[in-house]
């Protein structure tokens, strides 16, 4: 599928709806999806992030950056001396290293692009309903709201324009988004925690166009969660977790372990994912 998008001059025609993609007004499909309180335990584990129920839960670790391009969380562990093993927490690899420039922190709660393609195309052999699929958005991204200083920052750094003309039309874009999302209701897991999601669906190439972020004009939009119809797995990215989290069947883990590209690893669905899951690096 292809990934372009029109140049700034065109921006009136760039949509950030790829073809059967639409939200929805109707909730009722989250409804099977129970998540652990992260609250009430004081800490997020696997089932707090993906619901129970499934026969594996695998961790897929986002990337680290450096001047020379990606850096796998192993490159780094063997660089500062510490153990990588399923709960590992990059705080404590990268043993604060990561400050001087040699490489930069893994994105929170957004797999690169690279990651996403690799994903979508394993999990796509294990569900009848690839053309069917569900997306959940979290409504705090400021690729979604045209006055919150993220997209600044975003459309300055990452999307990097080049021009004051390029500027104006992101800034135009996603006042254009926004004004869009506004009329569709959001839901949420667990009251007061900050994350109300908006629930979109679509075949499962729509997950690659909405969170793409290439685009001089379109920036992309974290996907949170999605899931088939058939409920035959479920994908999570957490937005303060920098590692995409897959339940699903022992067959789905052995080919999500066994993809060279895909930093992974199985986790038990009470391992510890936050601050204090790592207990065998020091802090």
């Excluded at 990606?70 to 562990?77: F, G, L, M, P």
């Excluded at 979508?120 to 294990?126: L, M, Q």
């Excluded at 166009?209 to 920036?219: F, K, M, W, Y």
């Amino acid at each position: 599928m292809s990934l372009g998008y029109p140049s700034c001059d065109s921006v009136r025609a760039v949509t950030w709806r790829p073809g059967g993609f639409s939200l929805m007004r109707e909730l009722g499909e989250v409804s099977w999806i129970a998540l652990d309180s992260w609250q009430e335990s004081g800490s997020t584990t696997v089932t707090s992030v993906a619901p129970r129920g499934f026969a594996s839960y695998v961790r897929i670790l986002h990337p680290a950056s450096s001047p020379a391009g990606s850096r796998s969380w192993a490159t780094v562990a063997a660089a500062t001396g510490r153990t990588m093993h399923p709960l590992v927490q990059w705080e404590q690899i990268s043993s604060g290293e990561y400050t001087t420039g040699r490489w930069h922190a893994p994105r929170a709660g957004e797999p690169p692009i690279e990651v996403l393609v690799r994903l979508s195309s394993t999990v796509r052999a294990f569900t009848s309903t690839p053309t069917r699929c569900f997306f959940a958005i979290w409504d705090g991204w400021g690729q979604l709201h045209s006055r919150s200083l993220v997209v600044l920052r975003s459309a300055a750094s990452r999307l990097r324009p080049r021009s004051k003309k390029e500027s104006t039309s992101v800034e135009a874009f996603v006042a254009e988004r926004e004004n869009e999302i506004r009329s569709y209701p959001r839901f949420e897991f667990e009251p007061g925690t900050g994350r109300e999601y908006l629930l979109g669906t679509g075949p499962l190439d729509a997950l690659l166009e909405i969170a793409d972020d290439r685009s001089h004009v379109r920036p992309g939009v974290p996907v949170s969660m999605w899931w088939p119809g058939d409920h035959a797995w479920f994908a999570a990215s957490e937005i303060d977790l920098d590692s995409t989290l897959v339940g699903g069947s022992i067959k789905l883990r052995s080919a999500l372990l066994a993809d060279d590209h895909l930093e992974a690893f199985e986790v038990p669905p009470d391992g510890v994912l936050s601050a204090g899951g790592d207990t065998i690096n020091p802090p």
